[in-house]
């Protein structure tokens, strides 16, 4: 079994910052791509940031730049550094990774998911 756990979420007020870690663990062979998305209260889940095990990175627009996403492939982490935080980031946010359990030839990779840490960015 894949296990995504999440932290680093919390209560920030209007123009903080935080850093969400995002760390694999379990049984596979290999993750190639890990990202992070969010849900906000009656809305539907959305990309925030992708990357690659390259490093190659896509974002949402809009984010404006303030949103940096990083991995430790050694740790099989992921990290989302969120600067200028505004109340309308206000979300779940989730990690995501698509990862091959076994080394079959088959090339195929599962998308797996946290359970979600909780962003809350008012005054």
């Known amino acids: 079994q894949v296990q995504l756990v999440e932290s680093g979420g919390g209560l920030v007020q209007p123009g903080g910052s935080l850093k969400l870690s995002c760390a694999a663990s379990g049984n596979f062979f290999d993750i190639i791509g890990m990202a992070w998305y969010r849900q906000a209260p009656g809305k539907q889940r959305e990309l925030v940031a992708a990357i690659i095990r390259g490093g190659k990175t896509n974002y949402k627009d809009l984010l404006g730049g303030r949103f940096t996403i990083s991995r430790d492939n050694t740790q099989n982490t992921v990290y989302l550094q969120m600067n200028d935080l505004k109340p309308e980031d206000t979300a779940v946010y989730y990690c995501?990774?698509?990862?091959?359990?076994?080394?079959?030839?088959?090339?195929?990779?599962?998308?797996?998911w946290g359970h979600g840490t909780q962003v809350n960015v008012s005054s």
């Open positions: 995501n990774a698509d990862v091959q359990i076994r080394d079959d030839g088959s090339g195929t990779y599962y998308p797996y």
